[in-house]
């Protein structure tokens, strides 16, 4: 095996002597100071190894908050969590630490206390809602909130730590005290490198005093297996490209330790698994054929040796002075899990893998750290956990004592960050949360020292923010659901919904539907901004503002009916089949309230009208939205390719404060439905030429009642007409049996207060 790997001249004497030129690492690691490692011995070698984790997915850098609105409430009653408002946001709720004057803690709405926020950062301040929003807090001494009868709400923005207490009071409100609640402002975004080391000070041997990168000249990372031939720079945070792995806080505890030079050797691939991809000699072959199986493990101990043998190539100043396999690091088990019986095998594969590297190198006693997978934490799921406890098992030595002293294994799951404090909401990549990557990899380390009888002191934790809650496991019931959205609301309504319905990107279409004003741009789906105003209401636990039937119940009545096939005929392959066509003889005006149906064709029906393959079957069992309705039974069969349907209907008079539509019953999902016009005596109230296009179906589809349309509906009989055509295609399922659906109702909505906006107007005055 010497053959195949340079160790230079070294002898088993001259290996022990390397080992005693270390320094103790000490917890927080001292700033690099530019120079390169000893060259006058032999460059100490790492090994690192594993999946996309060991790749490295921690961002460096353009975190986002995944966040819309941060809420902390003093109401006990709510659930801490995120709370999805649809086509609104995502909002995260927490419960804010309240205690009395004492330091006692406690769920009771008090008028003076101490408050503690779990994040740092700013905030302003709400106190109370509605009739008890009238009132004035003060936060040590200084007034952060105050509205007086009748007027505006006044808000002063404050930096809070946490782990502190702040004193409050509030004063000039009636009856209990009011509850109140704090928005975070300042949404950063949380877990990037940058963010953790260079806002939140963490790692302080990552940046230099110019708040640049630190580079450490006496550690050397080299990527082995994605670059091609290999790429590798002076370890800085920027060596592994835009993310980091767990190399830099590995390399820097290394570099800090060893006064040699230190090469770090990555050959990591993603989506690889340690019982196929990486399957170690030892193991075995399950599939002798498949080209695929240990081909990671070839091509990891491939990259090894092409590094090593152009050694003076890769390591800047190196002086033939040879160089020492120093450890092996393994960051792996994510593929392994999704197999029973990679699962069971873990165990012994990673001791396979192991004794077979130690084994290539001619190196038995090889120091080796293994990183536990960590996804969720200690709320881990049984597969991973499974996995878990064999990396685990492997470096016990009460399992393993022939690994005593020359394995170990870290349990990663201290180092899990949740969705709230990362970049991103990908699990299997711990978020991409930074911190997670360094912690994982300064473990490492600082394990390898160990090792090497090394001294490496542990770096102390930084303190966990508070309010970071377990998954919830159970569905709260509907008593529950309505204490917190009770909780809520002052929240909901005095933040959520004030916010959205104060900015200006849907404060102008909010009015323009209030007023009842038709958009520039026609839309056959009847959402608009609107929507998710009243989502907010909904979320709050109020529907006064829900749309509801109005007049008559239009399935009751007998519609007048005509069924036909157009001359205009187009290929049943052919979709969006709403055309202009010709209809018969003395139907021009079908629409018009004087039209009298002729006895000849025309025929009496209920709504639903509607068909599939010829047959009076719903077009979707599946579908159970309550606008689309085409999951039900229809009542009447629509014949033939085009149907037109009228009626005349005494209609009540449109209320003030309201706003009204027509819905259309009939297939709303992609690639189903078909284009559309309806009619309000005789005038087109609304039109599709199209049936519902891709990514956009799920919504009612119909036609608003603007105000121009308003005098129509003064109270009297209303003739409303509608016409559609069959579907008779779909892009992928062939064949596609002819189907239709078509129904009618008439909604009104109690229209919602919506403030007005100024170049001036914000959602709280700053008191000055």
């Known amino acids: 095996m010497l053959s195949k790997i340079q160790i230079g001249a070294l002898t088993l004497a001259s290996l022990i002597i390397c080992g005693a030129h270390a320094a103790d690492v000490p917890a927080v690691l001292p700033d690099p100071d530019g120079k390169p490692g000893d060259s006058n011995r032999p460059v100490?070698?790492?090994?690192?190894?594993?999946?996309?984790?060991?790749?490295?997915?921690?961002?460096?850098?353009?975190?986002?908050?995944?966040?819309?609105?941060?809420?902390?409430?003093?109401?006990?009653?709510?659930?801490?969590?995120?709370?999805?408002?649809?086509?609104?946001?995502?909002?995260?709720?927490?419960?804010?630490?309240?205690?009395?004057?004492?330091?006692?803690?406690?769920?009771?709405?008090?008028?003076?206390?101490?408050?503690?926020?779990?994040?740092l950062g700013v905030y302003q301040?709400?106190?109370?809602?509605?009739?008890?929003?009238?009132?004035?807090?003060?936060?040590?001494?200084?007034?952060?909130?105050?509205?007086?009868?009748?007027?505006?709400?006044?808000?002063?923005?404050?930096?809070?730590?946490?782990?502190?207490?702040?004193?409050?009071?509030?004063?000039?409100?009636?009856?209990?005290?009011?509850?109140?609640?704090?928005?975070?402002?300042?949404?950063?975004?949380?877990?990037?490198?940058?963010?953790?080391?260079?806002?939140?000070?963490?790692?302080?041997?990552l940046v230099d005093s110019q708040g640049n990168w630190t580079v450490r000249e006496d550690v050397y990372f080299q990527e082995a297996r994605i670059a091609e031939q290999g790429k590798g720079s002076a370890l800085t945070a920027t060596s592994n490209g835009k993310s980091i792995g767990p190399e830099l806080g590995f390399g820097h505890v290394l570099g800090a330790y060893h006064d040699e030079q230190v090469l770090l050797i990555k050959t990591a691939m993603g989506n690889r698994a340690l019982g196929f991809d990486f399957r170690p000699p030892s193991s075995g072959r399950t599939d002798p054929d498949n080209k695929f199986e240990s081909l990671e493990y070839t091509l990891m101990i491939q990259g090894v040796r092409n590094t090593l043998d152009n050694i003076a190539k890769v390591v800047p100043g190196y002086k033939d002075q040879g160089y020492q396999l120093a450890g092996f690091v393994w960051f792996q088990g994510h593929k392994d899990s999704f197999t029973e019986n990679l699962i069971d095998t873990y165990e012994q594969n990673l001791v396979n893998l192991i004794d077979d590297v130690r084994r290539e190198f001619d190196a038995p006693n090889l120091p080796a750290v293994v990183a536990t997978i960590g996804f969720g934490g200690h709320n881990m799921q049984e597969k991973f956990l499974r996995i878990l406890k064999a990396q685990m098992a492997v470096g016990d030595p009460a399992q393993h004592p022939e690994y005593s002293g020359n394995v170990s294994t870290i349990d990663t799951r201290d180092y899990w960050r949740e969705v709230d404090e990362s970049p991103t909401n990908q699990d299997y990549h711990y978020h991409r949360n930074a911190e997670t990557y360094m912690l994982i990899g300064d473990s490492l380390g600082r394990a390898m020292v160990g090792l090497q009888d090394g001294h490496a002191e542990p770096l102390p934790q930084v303190a966990r923010p508070a309010g970071i809650e377990k998954r919830q496991t159970e569905e709260p019931t509907e008593h529950e659901k309505a204490v917190t959205q009770i909780a809520l609301r002052p929240t909901i309504l005095d933040g959520i919904a004030a916010s959205y319905a104060t900015n200006p990107r849907y404060n102008k279409s909010l009015l323009e539907e209030a007023a009842e004003q038709a958009p520039k741009r026609a839309n056959q789906f009847l959402r608009g901004s609107m929507y998710g105003l009243i989502n907010c209401y909904n979320a709050a636990g109020i529907d006064e503002y829900d749309w509801r039937a109005f007049g008559p119940d239009l399935d009751q009545i007998q519609w007048d009916y005509f069924s036909f096939d157009p001359p205009e005929t187009l290929p049943l392959d052919k979709g969006n089949r709403y055309r202009t066509v010709t209809y018969p003889k003395q139907m021009e005006n079908w629409t018009t309230p004087n039209f009298d149906p002729p006895s000849d064709g025309w025929k009496r029906g209920r709504q639903p009208f509607g068909q599939l393959a010829g047959k009076l079957e719903a077009v979707s069992e599946s579908c159970t939205s309550i606008f689309c309705r085409c999951g039900e039974k229809p009542n009447t069969l629509w014949e033939h390719e085009v149907l037109l349907m009228r009626g005349t209907f005494d209609i009540p008079p449109l209320k003030a404060g309201h706003r009204y539509r027509i819905v259309l019953g009939g297939a709303a999902h992609v690639n189903s439905g078909e284009g559309y016009a309806i009619f309000v005596n005789g005038k087109r109230l609304a039109e599709s030429k199209t049936g519902v296009a891709v990514r956009q179906g799920g919504q009612p589809r119909g036609a608003h009642i603007y105000a121009d349309s308003r005098n129509v509906f003064s109270g009297g009989k209303v003739t409303i007409a509608a016409t559609s055509f069959l579907r008779t295609m779909h892009p992928r399922t062939k064949p596609f049996s002819p189907r239709g659906h078509l129904s009618l109702q008439i909604q009104q909505q109690k229209l919602p207060p919506i403030p007005t906006l100024n170049q001036d107007a914000t959602d709280g005055k700053q008191i000055k």
């Open 44 to 119: 100490k070698v790492y090994i690192l190894a594993g999946q996309s984790n060991m790749v490295g997915m921690g961002n460096l850098s353009g975190a986002k908050n995944i966040y819309d609105g941060v809420y902390l409430s003093s109401d006990p009653r709510i659930t801490s969590g995120a709370l999805q408002v649809y086509r609104v946001g995502n909002y995260k709720i927490t419960k804010l630490n309240v205690f009395l004057s004492d330091g006692t803690a406690t769920t009771k709405p008090l008028g003076r206390g101490l408050l503690e926020v779990p994040q």
């Open 125 to 205: 301040f709400n106190c109370g809602h509605a009739e008890n929003s009238y009132n004035v807090m003060k936060l040590d001494n200084e007034v952060v909130y105050r509205r007086d009868p009748g007027g505006e709400a006044q808000k002063q923005s404050v930096s809070l730590e946490p782990g502190k207490r702040y004193p409050f009071t509030i004063s000039g409100f009636n009856g209990d005290p009011p509850r109140f609640w704090l928005e975070k402002t300042d949404l950063l975004g949380n877990g990037d490198l940058e963010a953790v080391a260079k806002r939140e000070g963490k790692f302080p041997w």
